[in-house]
């Protein structure tokens, strides 16, 4: 099974809305991924999650919130939202160690209004 | 942070043509994977080839991790090969900071 399993595959919220994007996977991956991808432009980075810790941030507004409660399991909490952070939201998982191949979930498509 | 450009931006073909995408990266990498991106956002793994050839199909590609270079050739296209290609890389220095390519857009008509 090489599946990571994104929930929900769209969302649309207003900008004072809470709402959060869920991602697992059963593969015993140790590290997870949140990638956002807007039109045109390839995926782009958000946070890594190493062995249940947070390993990088590349400098995302505190508007985004990772939570990752075990080692299947990557939140991305979503709060006060701009219309231009709509896009398209991929979860991804790999063993963790550099050198092995990684998996993408479908994605979550988010509109922000 | 290391750079990854792909060529061609666009490609066009009939169905049944062969065609060749090329990925540059400006480091060295410990890890370099091929995706292709359905039109319903998916990514969908094709190769993982940090150095060396691997075939799987009408699909082939082949790493030349000295000269920092990947090539994917699709034989004998069909319409369901379109769709964006991307190439995505880890530096060496950059442990779990996957870097994507800038894509190929490929188009391939009846």
């Known amino acids: 099974d090489t599946e990571v399993t994104q929930t929900p595959k769209h969302l649309v919220m207003g900008m004072t809305n809470k709402k959060s994007l869920k991602c697992e996977q059963h593969?015993?991956?140790?590290?997870m991924y949140w990638y956002k991808q807007k039109a045109k432009k390839p995926p782009e980075l958000m946070f890594v999650?190493?062995?249940?810790?947070?390993?990088i941030n590349e400098s995302v507004p505190s508007r985004f919130s990772p939570e990752c409660p075990n080692s299947s399991l990557l939140n991305l909490h979503l709060h006060a939202l701009q219309p231009e952070d709509s896009a398209l939201y991929l979860c991804?998982?790999?063993?963790?160690?550099?050198?092995?191949?990684?998996?993408f979930g479908e994605g979550s498509w988010l509109t922000v209004v | 942070g290391i750079q990854v450009e792909q060529s061609p931006p666009d490609l066009i073909l009939q169905e049944g043509a062969n065609s060749t995408l090329r990925c540059n990266f400006s480091d060295s990498v410990n890890n370099l994977q091929w995706f292709h991106q359905n039109p319903w956002g998916q990514l969908i793994n094709l190769f993982y080839?940090?150095?060396g050839t691997k075939q799987n199909g009408r699909l082939s590609a082949t790493t030349v991790a000295t000269e920092r270079y990947s090539l994917l050739y699709i034989s004998s296209s069909q319409t369901t090969d379109s769709g964006v290609y991307f190439c995505a890389v880890i530096n060496s220095g950059g442990y779990q900071k996957v870097t994507f390519g800038t894509g190929t857009k490929l188009q391939v008509i009846p």
């Open positions: 999650y190493s062995y249940e810790k947070l390993s």
């Open positions: 991804a998982s790999s063993p963790g160690r550099t050198g092995n191949t990684i998996y």
């Open positions: 593969m015993g991956h140790r590290a």
């Open positions: 080839i940090p150095s």
